[in-house]
């Protein structure tokens, strides 16, 4: 059974950083693309940032690009998202899903799994 969960939110003032962490089990991590997406009040969740297998492509959101760093340590099934000049507009709940395939991808159609979620509250 696949089980991602995910640590590290909280609440942070703008401009600072948070790294959210993502451990993952019942797959063969190193097989799967991971993924990192958001979801606020009464918005769809959408995509943040993605990883491919072995962590040699990457994807992010216009939105998160040059602040958000998406990293993968296969040896220790996790996953990572290095968050920094964070804004107010990143408060959302993070999740971090797992791919049926190796390739990054950006819609979360392509992604098989999820973990429960984690707050990112961002205070202005």
């Known amino acids: 059974q696949v089980q991602l969960v995910e640590s590290g939110g909280g609440l942070v003032q703008a401009g600072g950083s948070l790294r959210l962490s993502c451990a993952a089990s019942?797959?063969?991590?190193?097989?799967?693309?991971m993924g990192w997406f958001r979801q606020a009040p009464a918005k769809e969740r959408e995509f943040v940032a993605s990883?491919?297998?072995?962590?040699?492509?990457?994807y992010y959101a216009d939105s998160v690009k040059g602040r958000f760093t998406i990293s993968r340590d296969n040896a220790k099934n996790t996953v990572s998202l290095q968050m920094n000049s964070l804004k107010p507009e990143d408060t959302a709940v993070y999740y971090c899903?797992?791919?049926?395939?190796?390739?990054?991808?950006?819609?979360?159609?392509?992604?098989?799994?999820w973990g429960q979620g984690t707050q990112v509250t961002v205070s202005s």
């Open positions: 899903g797992q791919s049926t395939v190796m390739g990054a991808g950006t819609t979360s159609d392509r992604y098989a799994y």
């Open positions: 019942g797959r063969t991590f190193s097989r799967y693309a």
């Open positions: 990883i491919n297998w072995n962590g040699d492509t990457t």
